[in-house]
């Protein structure tokens, strides 16, 4: 009973760790969608806004990409459909293709009870939870005392990978040990049970995210297991393979509902988005790569979070690498690395080393930055199982121990006399060094995101030499958090220090470091100062208009941030634009980027607005003024064509790069010809004169209702992406669906008055649902199998 009140106050523990962390979130009126992002970086809200001030600017995605997808998912579910066709950006998506979004993901269901800002804030909390509770069960599945599994667990959920990545990185990882944990009770226990568990785990992780950051789990289970399966006991080996196998497929099945419709997507892909997502790998990104990876060790050497945007103007990032879990359990990992040769011990550090390698290969490009959460989860591991054996070392372990923690110690306090240099230098010739630093930064500038913003990249030069002193907690807490236990163990190897006193410093030292390390990642944001629902009167015009229509956003050069792709989407207003790591071909293909001309194809897309700045010529015999405030317009399209048009005629141009180029260079008029791909089976208008329209009777995500009356036959063109899953009705009855214009929908109609409707339908989700529904229903089945057959034993 006394153990697991123990295990109880551990865990217990680890979720008040977490909310204390999250305080001002859950109980202080705050959220974890950056709104100060909104307020002071995006355009026209931070039109005053010389030199922005945000706690992390790199928090860029929930309030920009996140907060607009689950308010989406939020109102297209409450409205009766599913969330697989976004029509508010690109001229229509595959949302659930994507990945990213995870429409499937159990954490979607907060959505239902909750504003989407309430929800995702909660959310995210809960993830870094769970994290940390499924660590300390896996660790102490693995034999690790309850002090090392509770540093393992605070190590974990609160390392830096996760805090900067919150919204992203643990959706997956929070997974990870779970999946390790039943599939290692699944080989000790002979158990296939907990193998159809850990399928399970590991299926809804893959749910909770896209294919990569599946491909980066799957690379560390995968690697856990080969390299944990004894080998040499060939029964036992036979066994755990076949188990160890049955729960990557069984996940994979899981998965099917997301991952077919993904697989179909990567297919149809068409920005290079499969191949170039990752860093860009060249010699020089390498190069920096390896300053960049000390901040596994020392995370404040690269800055801080308003100023390591330098080190990426110079080619590398901080987020490259990051994955900080404190200086202490850095400690213990050495003194598990130096003092322990068992297999998971080698495991451990074999996957460091793996991934750590292949973040300096090309292959850095497909593996994303995000990779390197593998290696922090071995690292966490190691650190747990370090503490174990300094807990109760050998003779010969204790000085292999005192030599790793002597030595990290040294180079701490090296690191923090080369910090004391630099800050003598900067105060002796401050004015020089900014000078130069000044000129890089000009220099590099055109190549950054936030280029533009020459007064903030200043500032933040400043703000990058006040950071290196020796009185800033980011250099010195670490420091004197490892200097503390290195004396509480001193003084426990010698006797002179209970067992539970040194567990109890390693633990605290561990919490106070990642407290105060990670408070700054993580921006916890007053939604009284910058509400995220604030409306600008630049867009009163075009939310106002209840009519079917696009905008479309232009920038001068010296221009960005200006409205960015996705964030309309929470207004439910249709953005050419769009902002995705995958795409297939779409309405944005047929304007160019850079090029800022009202051409006939501009017209097609149903863009009714244009938001630019005053630095963009506009044409006023196509364009009128809607709306104005300070160097920004809205401008009216007065040749916007309709998003249902019938059309007379219909031509085939089979070659896709001619079709373009007549649409682009030849005189062309979308009210008078569809162009299309294929031999045409049915007969279309000559040249004699016809008239007819076609009006939008209904449009949801997913559904299209359109009325066409025609005195002959002719063609309906809907200005919405083509993209396999479409399927068309006329009268009820079905038809042949066309793509027109390069990647438009089209439909014959007879003469008359029909009604066509449009149902997005994709064989690939219908059929994932089918092998994820059957999957899950079999491990049910299985599941009571298996437990029925217990019992009777």
């Known amino acids: 009973m006394k153990e697991r009140l123990r295990t109880l106050g551990c865990l217990l523990a680890l979720v008040a760790l977490v909310a204390a962390f999250f305080g001002p979130t859950l109980w202080g009126g705050c959220s974890l969608v950056p709104a100060d992002i909104l307020h002071q970086i995006i355009l026209p809200y931070a039109n005053d ?21 689950a308010r989406f998912w939020q109102q297209t579910v409450r409205s009766g459909q599913w969330p697989v066709w976004n029509p508010f950006i690109l001229g229509g998506h595959p949302h659930a293709a994507e990945g990213m979004p995870a429409i499937c993901s159990p954490f979607k269901l907060l959505l239902l009870a909750l504003p989407a800002e309430r929800a995702l804030s909660l959310v995210w909390v809960a993830q870094l939870a769970l994290a940390g509770l499924w660590m300390f069960g896996f660790l102490r599945e693995l034999g690790r005392s309850r002090p090392a599994a509770f540093v393992g667990a605070c190590a974990w959920s609160l390392n830096s990978a996760f805090l900067m990545w919150y919204w992203r990185a643990p959706a997956v990882f929070c997974w990870a040990p779970l999946v390790l944990w039943l599939m290692e009770r699944s080989a000790r226990r002979q158990s296939w049970g907990h193998a159809l568990a850990a399928a399970t785990a590991l299926g809804v992780a893959f749910l909770c ?22 080998w040499r006991d060939r029964a036992m080996r036979r066994r755990l393979v076949a188990q160890w196998a049955a729960v990557f497929v069984v996940a994979g099945l899981i998965a099917a509902v997301q991952w077919l419709p993904t697989l179909e997507l990567m297919g149809r892909e068409a920005y290079g988005s499969v191949q170039m997502r990752g860093p860009r790998f060249n010699l020089r990104n390498a190069l920096l790569g390896l300053p960049a990876l000390v901040t596994f060790v020392f995370p404040a050497v690269t800055g801080s979070t308003e100023t390591f945007d330098l080190l990426k103007a110079a080619g590398a990032s901080r987020g490259d690498f990051t994955g900080y879990i404190g200086l202490v359990p ?9 003092a322990d040769r068992g297999t998971r011990t080698r495991a451990m550090l074999w996957l460091m080393a793996a991934v750590t390698v292949l973040l300096f290969t090309p292959l850095a490009r497909y593996l994303y930055h995000r990779f390197f959460i593998v290696a922090v989860f071995a690292a966490t591991v190691l650190a747990a199982h370090g503490l174990d054996i300094v807990l109760e070392p050998s003779e010969q372990q204790r000085r292999a121990i005192g030599r790793a923690l002597a030595g990290l110690l040294a180079v701490s306090l090296f690191m923090l006399v080369a910090v004391g240099t630099v800050q003598a230098v900067i105060t002796c010739r401050r004015e020089a060094v900014t000078a130069s630093a000044w000129r890089f930064i000009q220099d590099e500038a055109s190549k950054h995101p936030f280029g533009h913003q020459r007064d903030w990249m200043q500032q933040r030069v400043g703000a990058f030499l006040d950071h290196y002193r020796v009185s800033n907690p980011s250099f010195w807490l670490p420091v004197a958090c490892l200097a503390v236990t290195a004396l509480a163990w001193h003084a426990y190897a010698r006797g002179r220090f209970p067992r539970v006193g040194f567990g109890c410093v390693a633990a605290g030292m ?6 105060v390390m990670g408070r700054p990642l993580v921006p916890q944001v007053d939604l009284r100062k910058y509400p995220l629902q604030a409306e600008h009167p630049l867009l009163a015009p075009v939310l106002a208009d209840n009519s079917l229509f696009r905008v479309q956003v232009w920038e001068s050069p010296g221009t960005a941030f200006l409205l960015p792709p996705n964030w309309l989407l929470r207004a439910s207003v249709q953005d050419v634009r769009g902002n995705f790591s995958l795409a297939p071909e779409s309405l944005e293909q047929l304007t160019p980027r850079g090029e800022q001309k009202a051409t006939p194809l501009f017209h097609l897309q149903n863009v009714k607005y244009l938001i630019a700045d005053d630095g963009v010529d506009i044409p006023s015999d196509t364009f009128e003024l809607a709306a104005s405030q300070g160097r920004f317009r809205v401008w009216r399209n007065l040749r916007c064509l309709p998003r249902a048009l019938w059309v007379p005629r219909a031509e085939t141009v089979i070659d896709r790069k001619q079709l373009l180029a007549r649409m ?6 979308p009210r008078a010809v569809v162009l299309l791909e294929e031999s045409l089976s049915v007969l279309t208008n000559g040249t004699t004169p016809a ?19 025609a005195d002959s036959p002719g063609w309906l063109l809907l200005a919405d992406n083509w993209y396999p899953g479409w399927q068309a009705t006329v009268d009820g009855r079905p038809a042949k669906l066309y793509r027109a214009n390069w990647v438009l929908r089209a439909v014959f109609v007879p003469a008359g008055l029909h009604e066509v409707e449009f149902q997005f339908a994709p064989a690939t989700f219908r059929a994932g649902l089918g092998i994820t529904l059957a999957t899950l229903a079999g491990l049910a089945v299985a599941g009571a199998t298996i437990r029925l057959v217990h019992r009777r034993i």
């Open 664 to 669: 682009r260079t030849e005189p062309f008029d």
């Open 330 to 338: 850095v400690g213990l990992l050495l003194a598990a690395a130096v």
């Open 510 to 515: 561990t919490v106070l470091d990642l407290m």
């Open 691 to 709: 008239t007819g329209e076609a009006q939008v009777a209904e449009y949801t995500p997913t559904r299209v209702r359109v009325r066409v009356r």
């Open 209 to 230: 995210g896209n294919i990569q950051a599946a491909a980066h789990l799957i690379f560390l289970c995968a690697g856990y297991a080969l390299l944990t399966i004894p």
């Open 49 to 69: 806004v010389k030199c922005p001030q945000v706690q992390n600017h790199y928090a860029y995605d929930p309030v920009m990409i996140d907060y607009p997808w």
